[in-house]
Nanobody, 122 residues
Framework: QVRLVESGGGLVQAGGSLRLSCTAS???????MGWYRQVQGKEREFLAA????????DYADSLKGRFTISRDNAKNTVYLQMSNLKPEDTAVYYC????????????????WGQGTQVTVSS
């Protein structure tokens, strides 16, 4: 079983930066992890993923290099560094994880965090 806990959300002004963290507990070796966001009333949107073994990354094209995913295996934690934030980045951000990397990218990960709110003011 895997448990995910996100942190780091909050209120930031447009143009600012924020770093989200997601810490996994339980069985974590080889876990691929990723980030999604969702605006109420809209579909969940894939942002980025990082594989468990090789640390290979995958990003949504729409991010245009503003977001960076990384991981610290010693801390079982994955990060999402967000820069040049825009009001349209306002959403609940979710961490996802699975031992099968493609399922994380496809939005079909087995494990999900509870979400953390990010609000970008104009």
């Amino acid at each position: 079983q895997v448990r995910l806990v996100e942190s780091g959300g909050g209120l930031v002004q447009a143009g600012g930066s924020l770093r989200l963290s997601c810490t996994a507990s339980g069985r974590t070796f080889g876990l691929s992890m990723g980030w999604y966001r969702q605006v109420q009333g809209k579909e969940r949107e894939f942002l980025a993923a990082i594989s468990g073994n090789l640390g290979l990354t995958d990003y949504a094209d729409s991010l245009k290099g503003r977001f960076t995913i990384s991981r610290d295996n010693a801390k079982n934690t994955v990060y999402l560094q967000m820069s040049n934030l825009k009001p349209e980045d306002t959403a609940v951000y979710y961490c996802a994880a699975d031992f099968r990397a493609p399922t994380v990218v496809a939005g079909q990960a087995e494990y999900w965090g509870q979400g953390t709110q990010v609000t970008v003011s104009s």
